[in-house]
């Protein structure tokens, strides 16, 4: 049988996340739609990195569900790329290819995919460099290129640019925009506004635990419909 074109609309129904007994999430409703990127912004500790995780499948909903379109498992299209990159112990253009290998993809197709891959996030002249030698941006450029070259249909990114200096975040700015734009649906967490005003094509706020608001990035950073986002976006000390 033919797979389906996309998994895309994502739905949670309710999603909720506990740990010890304590609720972490809650009551989570969403869809996310294929287009421009969907952000997801809030304070520390509001349970950003806690739904992207249940919502690419590390985590298991303590409550409520999450649903793809189509039929097919979801996983082989979706990637995601975490605040600190795990690098493997071996070149730049090996870590590309090793998740490719994973996905049973043959090795002349591996070796033409990373490379791609690797050109897109401007690391191609440090192909043979061990990947634990770059720098932090080199780094998580080199995470990007590695998800990108998955082509998945959905990247799930935390905190992306947590710890880059504004040339490496501006970097990888530019390469979410460029997979955005060439149709990767990307769902990222920021605590960065000036960032999410930079790339959000729609904004989720989430506040202790609860989503408190989604909308389109224009409006919600124009006319956010809860004090508490109101406050946050005024800088105000929100938690
Ligand atoms: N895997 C996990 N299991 C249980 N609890 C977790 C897990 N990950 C995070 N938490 C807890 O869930 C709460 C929300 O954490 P989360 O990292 O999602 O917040 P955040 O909004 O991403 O914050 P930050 O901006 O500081 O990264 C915290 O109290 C954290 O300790």
Redesign the pocket.
């Known amino acids: 049988m033919r797979a389906p074109d996309t998994i895309l609309p994502l739905t949670t129904e309710a999603l909720g996340f506990a740990?010890g007994g304590q609720p972490?999430l809650h009551d989570v409703s969403l869809t996310i739609e294929a287009g421009p990127p969907s952000v997801i912004i809030?304070p520390?500790?509001?349970?950003?990195?806690?739904?992207l995780?249940l919502l690419h499948g590390l985590?298991a909903p303590s409550a409520g569900r999450i649903h793809w379109s189509g039929i097919a498992d979801p996983r082989p299209r979706q990637a995601m790329v975490f605040q600190r990159p795990v690098l493997l112990r071996r070149s730049v253009l090996a870590n590309t290819t090793y998740p490719l290998g994973l996905a049973g993809l043959a090795r002349g197709e591996r070796d033409a995919r990373a490379r791609a891959a690797l050109e897109l996030v401007g690391l191609a002249a440090l192909a043979d460099r061990p990947a634990r030698t770059l720098s932090v941006g080199e780094q998580q450029r080199l995470a990007l290129g590695r998800a990108a070259a998955l082509r998945p249909e959905i990247l799930f990114l935390d905190?992306p640019c947590a710890s880059l200096d504004p040339a490496a975040t501006q970097a990888v700015e530019a390469i979410i925009a460029q997979l955005s734009a060439a149709g990767t649906k990307i769902v990222m967490?920021t605590?960065d506004l000036a960032q999410a005003r930079r790339l959000a094509g729609e904004a989720l706020f989430?506040h202790r635990g609860r989503l408190l608001e989604q909308s389109p990035a224009a409006q919600f950073f124009a006319h956010p419909a809860t004090p508490e986002a109101a406050a946050f976006l005024a800088g105000a000390l929100v938690w």
């Open positions: 740990h972490i809030g520390n500790g509001a349970g950003k990195s806690v739904l995780r985590l905190e967490t605590h989430l």
